[in-house]
């Protein structure tokens, strides 16, 4: 698959080590004097070992690379300590990548390691904040008919239904998900069209996302998979803009569709730059 891992410099590489201790996840080493990332499995591509680099040989690139595997990791962090797996699972946390998060801390439950993780788990009544920010607190609300903005003489009612709405800050697995009919569409789609809820959101379950400028989209692929396997959602509607940077909207939900278990119908929107919607299709 293709994915966000780091690229290290060997001619800059001055073979400090300060990289591999900021990696917790364990994928780098230092080999005759240069640090060498042993497995792309191990690289959760998030680039807590940029920081560390005081030369800046290490840097974000975007190739094939094998599947980040949290488990595994797990299994090289259980012989380093303590300190160790909760900087991991603290790392995972901040960055609000719940899932792995998730099966790391069902991964030391289930073997009885003796880690404190309390703090770190997500309690369902009530949730965490991402990375200390209010606005990234999960949550789902029930219609209010009076909930109507004007525009002119017309009322135009809300149909969101759950917060948050960006696909990096969602949990593929939040209870709003279960069976639903989702729309992950591109950031520019509501701004263009102008009927956007009552034509494209209504009775669906909404992320956005923006296929050019979002990093780290292959997150977004995973995601979309935990979507179609693990939250069973029925339907997904990809709706983008015409231009054609925001085709990769649909070539990730592609991508996932081919990843996942369960074979579900997606259905492609295209809005045209004066919010007209060109066409439809069922691919």
Same mark, same amino acid.
């Given at each position: 698959?293709? +994915?966000?891992? #780091?690229?290290?410099?060997?001619?800059?590489?001055?073979?400090?080590?300060?990289?591999?201790?900021?990696?917790?996840?364990?994928?780098?080493?230092?080999?005759?004097? $240069?640090?060498?990332?042993?497995?792309? !499995? &191990?690289?959760?591509?998030?680039?807590?070992?940029?920081?560390?680099?005081?030369? =800046?040989?290490?840097?974000? #690139?975007?190739?094939?690379?094998?599947?980040?595997?949290?488990?595994?990791?797990?299994? +090289?962090?259980?012989?380093?300590?303590?300190?160790? /797996?909760?900087?991991?699972?603290?790392?995972? $946390?901040?960055?609000?990548?719940?899932?792995?998060? +998730?099966?790391? #801390?069902?991964?030391?439950?289930?073997?009885?390691?003796?880690?404190?993780?309390?703090? @770190?788990?997500?309690?369902?009544?009530?949730?965490?904040?991402?990375? =200390?920010?209010?606005?990234?607190?999960?949550?789902? &609300?029930?219609?209010?008919?009076?909930?109507?903005?004007?525009?002119?003489?017309?009322?135009?009612?809300?149909?969101?239904?759950?917060?948050?709405?960006?696909?990096?800050?969602?949990?593929? !697995?939040?209870?709003?998900?279960?069976?639903?009919?989702?729309? /992950?569409?591109?950031?520019?789609?509501? &701004?263009?069209?102008?009927?956007?809820?009552?034509? @494209? @959101?209504? *009775?669906?379950?909404?992320?956005?996302?923006?296929?050019?400028?979002?990093?780290?989209?292959? #997150?977004?692929?995973?995601?979309?998979?935990?979507?179609?396997?693990?939250?069973?959602?029925?339907?997904?509607?990809?709706?983008?803009?015409?231009?054609?940077?925001?085709?990769? @909207?649909?070539?990730?939900?592609?991508?996932?569709?081919?990843?996942?278990? +369960? *074979?579900?119908?997606?259905?492609?929107?295209?809005?045209?730059?004066?919010?007209?919607?060109?066409?439809? *299709?069922?691919?």
């Amino acid at each position: 698959m293709k +994915r966000t891992v #780091i690229k290290i410099d060997e001619q800059k590489c001055n073979g400090c080590g300060l990289c591999v201790t900021g990696c917790h996840e364990g994928a780098l080493q230092l080999i005759d004097g $240069k640090a060498v990332m042993i497995s792309d !499995m &191990f690289c959760d591509g998030l680039g807590a070992c940029i920081g560390e680099c005081p030369v =800046g040989a290490i840097e974000l #690139i975007e190739r094939e690379a094998e599947k980040y595997d949290e488990i595994a990791v797990m299994e +090289r962090l259980v012989h380093k300590g303590t300190n160790v /797996i909760l900087a991991h699972l603290k790392h995972m $946390k901040d960055h609000n990548e719940t899932e792995y998060l +998730r099966q790391g #801390i069902e991964y030391i439950k289930k073997n009885n390691i003796d880690v404190d993780v309390t703090k @770190l788990e997500q309690k369902q009544e009530e949730p965490k904040m991402a990375c =200390g920010c209010p606005g990234s607190m999960a949550k789902s &609300f029930a219609k209010k008919e009076e909930n109507n903005d004007m525009i002119g003489n017309v009322a135009q009612k809300s149909e969101l239904t759950h917060w948050p709405i960006q696909l990096h800050l969602q949990n593929p !697995m939040a209870p709003y998900f279960q069976n639903a009919n989702v729309l /992950i569409a591109a950031d520019c789609t509501a &701004f263009s069209l102008g009927a956007f809820h009552s034509q @494209l @959101l209504k *009775n669906k379950i909404l992320s956005i996302a923006c296929p050019k400028l979002d990093a780290n989209k292959e #997150i977004y692929v995973e995601k979309i998979v935990s979507m179609i396997d693990d939250s069973k959602i029925d339907t997904l509607t990809i709706a983008i803009m015409e231009v054609p940077c925001c085709g990769g @909207l649909l070539e990730l939900a592609k991508l996932a569709r081919q990843n996942a278990s +369960r *074979n579900i119908p997606i259905k492609q929107i295209v809005i045209s730059v004066q919010g007209e919607i060109i066409s439809e *299709n069922w691919i």
